[in-house]
T-cell receptor, first 114, second 113 residues
């Protein structure tokens, strides 16, 4: 079965450092998403991306966050200057098209900010 | 905004059936999903149901949807210890849109031997 892959699986970073989380969505998918899950809390939507631009973003996705599709396969989430409260599991997801019914998630990237 | 609610904990004995409930507020929800998350792991899609269906069965899993009451349930028959995990209900609305999922807070299912 096709899968969304994410790297790194776990990253520890110092507060104030920049972090880039990488995702390879399923190859024929067109819509991409980042979600996050703070330990013990809900999975929260961050941003959706289509046709090389942001489609929607939540209030969590402030100026410290950015997304990019630098080539035909990778989809990245950058946190410019990490804060302690950015510690969370970050999930990438993709879907084939707007009428697709199955959103595939990656295994997640644990980010720990110290 | 949209909201999805679930009870936080459920304990059952191995071999019994588990029923995890979920309510949602968005009347335009078109797809409703159940995801399973084991400790430290990602989100595994278990099943989903389209809003014009009342029921969907997939092996040990049965999903029931009451659209009028905006109530969704997941029944796991013959629950096993390997079913112990957090189960998330999620909804997605807007026909023809790639709108994001809204998740519930998750139900921690504990299966006792």
């Amino acid at each position: 079965e096709p899968e969304v892959t994410q790297t790194p699986s776990h990253q520890v970073t110092q507060m104030g450092q920049e972090v880039i989380l990488r995702c390879v969505p399923i190859s024929n998918h067109l819509y991409f998403y980042w979600y996050r899950q703070i330990l013990g809390q809900k999975v929260e939507f961050l941003v959706s991306f289509y046709n090389n631009e942001i489609s929607e973003k939540s209030e969590i996705f402030d100026d410290q966050f950015s997304v990019e599709r630098p080539d035909g396969s990778n989809f990245t989430l950058k946190i410019r200057s990490t804060k302690l409260e950015d510690s969370a599991m970050y999930f990438c997801a993709s879907i084939q098209g707007s009428s697709g019914n199955t959103i595939y998630f990656g295994e997640g990237s644990w980010l720990t900010v110290v | 905004g949209e909201d999805v609610e679930q009870s936080l904990f459920l304990s059952v004995r191995e071999g019994d059936s588990s029923v995890i409930n979920c309510t949602y507020t968005d009347s335009s929800s078109t797809y409703l999903y159940w995801y399973k998350q084991e400790p430290g792991a990602g989100l595994q899609l278990l099943t989903y149901i389209f809003s014009n269906m009342d029921m969907k069965q997939d092996q040990r899993l049965t999903v029931l949807l009451n659209k009028k009451d905006k109530h969704l349930s997941l029944r796991i028959a013959d629950t096993q210890t390997g079913d112990s995990a957090i189960y998330f209900c999620a909804e997605r609305g807007g026909a023809g849109s790639a709108r994001q999922l809204t998740f519930g807070s998750g139900t921690q299912l504990t299966v006792l031997p």
